[in-house]
């Protein structure tokens, strides 16, 4: 009996033995494609890190067809209304709709935002419609300079101050307009927001 058990067991330890190694492996992953690693870095190319927020590498209309309406009036200080009547040109011109709830607001705070009300506000729109964070090399100076009382609590400047003003586009003397790729918040950068935030509270 005792060597029937043995043989059993044997047996079974043999079975496992055999199963282990007649198991079918899982098939290795197929190597991507250089054709299928070009769509993975396009994919990743397509969106970016501004400021801290997931956007896309490719500048929105709104943001492009201001920088295409202000470069024709670089030092020359614009009226609010003119430019305003010029985007809303450019967007028919385009066949674009002009009707969007968000229509105005995305062309004032592409127009006024900087980087730190931008950052501030806490939100993809801030930096998404903003010519500053999307574009190195540029500056677009109010002519009536706003004040930290120009700004609600949320970081976004106040429709008053920034309808009756004017403003002068400038291009940095001897640099070209750039996108502006991965973009991080440095310690200068970040205690410049945070004393934003202190004025504004």
């Given amino acids: 009996m005792k060597n029937s ?13 055999i199963k282990e190694l007649t198991k079918t492996k899982p098939k290795a992953k197929a190597k991507p494609t250089a054709k299928a690693k070009e769509k993975i870095k396009a994919v990743k190319k397509a969106v970016v890190s501004r400021y801290g927020k997931q956007v ?30 010029l985007y809303i040109n450019e967007f028919k011109r385009n066949d674009k709709t002009t009707n969007g709830k968000n229509f105005l607001t995305r062309f004032e705070r592409s127009l006024t935002s900087g980087i730190k009300d931008g950052i501030t506000r806490d939100s993809v729109q801030g930096i ?4 500053l964070a999307t574009y190195n090399n540029i500056n677009v100076v109010p002519s009536k300079k706003f004040t930290t009382n120009d700004y609600n609590r949320r970081g976004s400047l106040n429709k008053e101050p920034l309808r009756n003003n004017s403003y002068t586009f400038k291009i940095v003397k001897g640099k070209k307009i ?13 205690k410049e927001i945070q004393g934003f935030k202190e ?3």
């Fill in 56 to 85: 896309p590498l490719k500048p929105s209309i709104e943001v492009k067809t201001l920088l295409k309406v202000l470069i024709p009036l670089e030092g020359k200080e614009t009226t609010y209304k003119a430019i305003l009547n």
């Fill in 199 to 201: 004025s504004i509270k």
């Fill in 178 to 190: 750039t996108i502006k790729n991965e973009v991080v918040i440095n310690k200068t950068l970040e």
């Fill in 128 to 131: 998404k419609f903003n010519l």
């Fill in 5 to 17: 058990t043995k043989v059993s067991k044997e047996n079974k330890a043999k079975e496992l033995i």
